[in-house]
């Protein structure tokens, strides 16, 4: 498996491919609804430095505050990434995101906004919520934790060696395009049975 | 964890206090998969061809479940939507029962056990413990007075992304072909899982109610999630349709987590309602495979039993 580690490139980007696993390593955003509307429609300064050439990860943590004030993430599997898709192509470009942790795909828009910005849609194991905790080696910081509450909030973490699935790639394909191909063809199948 | 000498009093209802023991049911069904759904994950597992990527996909839940257990963490980062369905014999007060599972839901979110996933539709704003102020929308408590001498709670923690893709049809349905019958139920559900591939988080546990209205059947359709996988149907013809239709589902290539694969459902669990003659309505329940539900009963002696 290939090891990945963030800034990364746009170089490196451009060699992954659709169905190629990785180790992510670095840093890493949580965002999800609140989060990808506020980056659309407020586009703060202040997020630009800490997007740069990392990767935005759709989940929303189980975290817990230790006695000394810091988190440690409990459980923190992907959520459905497709409720993004108004915002990701637009997200990719503004902060220049090298790439999008989710689980289910996305949809055209995104996969132009892959191809264009240079960038990947990476799929984690969704529900594996305790064993991609384990992977979250620290919590740098949180922002807008108040306004937001703890499961939409932009945390910020780094991760080691958290295992990821190329399934949008920067080139147009699509695992999840093909899937739903081949499946709507065979539900067809299966409806015209009878 | 409750105490090893706890017990309740059921001859004096207004003694009883279930906060611990529903407490710790959250706790148990919050980190440790039922295990007929661990079973149902090993068996589909050995079907999947060795090093696809089904295969290390569902080995990497089978490993989250052995790691959810051990650190007593959650199986899930959605911990769901909280339901509970509370069965009491006569004499207990639901608006007491209710005030007790409220108070271990909030002790659960505060211990992050529960993620707090309640929060106001309009804002956004979350309370931050899984409690909506008025005790009206979150946590979900059905209440039923039975026959039995002992109290039975069950629990569902429903995450957002498998209920995303419930459906609710209208038979007949033209768009998709389907008459009023067990023909067009089938229909139906094909339809939705095709339409969820892997945002539900396959492979998932359907539940399926036919008729009711439009709310009694969506219940229905999550209440029968809670029968254990591999029991049979109590009716033959629907439990017939059950195994053709897991069979069939499993045949879409849809796999866990939508990546392709032999497993897209682990199980279909189907009942059958009572109707107007001018509706029929088909609701789908989709549970991730990440089915966390568990029963707690409080038996006639007193003692608490999870299973």
Redesign the interface.
Same mark, same amino acid.
């Not at chain 2, 963490?73 to 911990?79: E, G, I, N, S």
């Given at each position: 498996m290939k090891k990945i580690i963030t800034p990364i490139s746009e170089a490196v980007i451009r060699e992954l491919k659709v169905g190629d696993e990785i180790l992510l390593n670095g840093k890493v955003v949580l965002s999800r609804d609140i989060g990808h509307k506020f980056m659309v429609e407020k586009k703060p300064e202040w997020l630009k430095p800490i997007l740069e050439e990392a990767v935005i990860y759709h989940c929303g943590p189980v975290v817990a505050r230790q006695a000394d004030g810091s988190w440690t993430f409990v459980s923190a599997g992907p959520t459905t990434s497709i409720r993004e898709e108004p915002y990701q192509a637009d997200v990719l470009e503004t902060y220049n995101v090298r790439g999008v942790i989710g689980k289910g795909g996305m949809g055209k828009k995104t996969s132009d906004g892959l191809r264009k910005a240079g960038a990947c849609y990476f799929h984690a194991t969704g529900g594996a919520g305790a064993l991609l905790a384990e992977r979250v080696k620290r919590v740098v910081d949180v922002k807008m934790l108040e306004e937001f509450g703890s499961p939409e909030a932009f945390w910020i973490i780094e991760v080691e060696d958290f295992p990821l699935v190329v399934t949008m790639d920067s080139h147009g394909g699509s695992l999840h395009e093909e899937v739903a191909n081949t499946s709507q063809a065979r539900a067809k199948e299966l409806m015209a049975a009878r | 964890m409750l105490p090893a000498d706890w017990k309740a009093d059921l001859a004096n209802p207004a003694s009883v206090d279930l906060t611990l023991p529903v407490l710790e049911l959250i706790r148990r069904s919050t980190?440790r998969l039922p295990q007929d759904v661990i079973e149902a994950l090993v068996a589909f597992r050995n079907r999947e061809a060795e090093g696809s990527?089904a295969a290390?996909?569902l080995d @990497?839940?089978l +490993?989250?479940v052995t790691?959810?257990d051990e650190?007593v963490? %959650?199986?899930?980062?959605? @911990?769901g939507t909280l339901i509970f369905w509370v069965r009491h014999p006569f004499g207990f007060s639901q608006r007491v029962l209710k005030q007790q599972v409220r108070k271990a839901v909030a002790e659960a979110t505060a211990k992050?056990w529960?993620? %707090?996933?309640c929060?106001e539709s309009l804002s956004?704003?979350?309370p931050?413990n899984n409690m909506d102020p008025f005790g009206e929308t979150h946590p979900v408590v059905h209440f039923e007075e039975h026959e039995g001498p002992g109290i039975e709670i069950s629990i569902m923690q429903k &995450? &957002?992304?498998c209920e995303?893709v419930g459906a609710q049809y209208r038979l007949p349905d033209v768009a998709?072909?389907a008459g009023r019958d067990l &023909?067009g139920v089938?229909?139906c559900i094909?339809?939705a899982v @095709?339409k969820a591939?892997?945002?539900g /988080?396959s492979p998932g546990i359907l539940g399926v109610a036919i008729g009711g209205d439009r709310v009694t059947g969506y219940e229905r359709s999550k209440e029968v999630i809670l029968r254990k996988l591999g029991t049979p149907n109590p009716d033959p013809k629907l439990d017939a349709f059950e195994r053709q239709l897991t069979e +069939?589902l499993n045949?879409? $290539?849809?796999?866990p987590? $939508?990546? &392709?694969g032999l497993t897209t459902v682990l199980g279909v669990n189907v009942s059958e309602m009572w109707r107007h003659p001018a509706s029929f309505y088909v609701s789908i329940s989709y549970m /991730?495979?990440?089915s966390r539900r568990m029963d707690l009963v409080i038996e006639p002696s007193g003692n608490a039993v999870y299973r």
């Open positions: - | 980190t990527r290390n996909t @990497t839940m +490993e989250n790691l959810a650190n963490a %959650p199986l899930c980062q959605d @911990t992050s529960l993620r %707090p996933n929060v956004g704003r979350n931050g &995450g &957002g992304g995303n998709i072909g &023909g089938r229909k094909i339809d @095709t591939q892997g945002q /988080c +069939e045949s879409l $290539g849809i796999g987590m $939508g990546y &392709g /991730c495979w990440s």
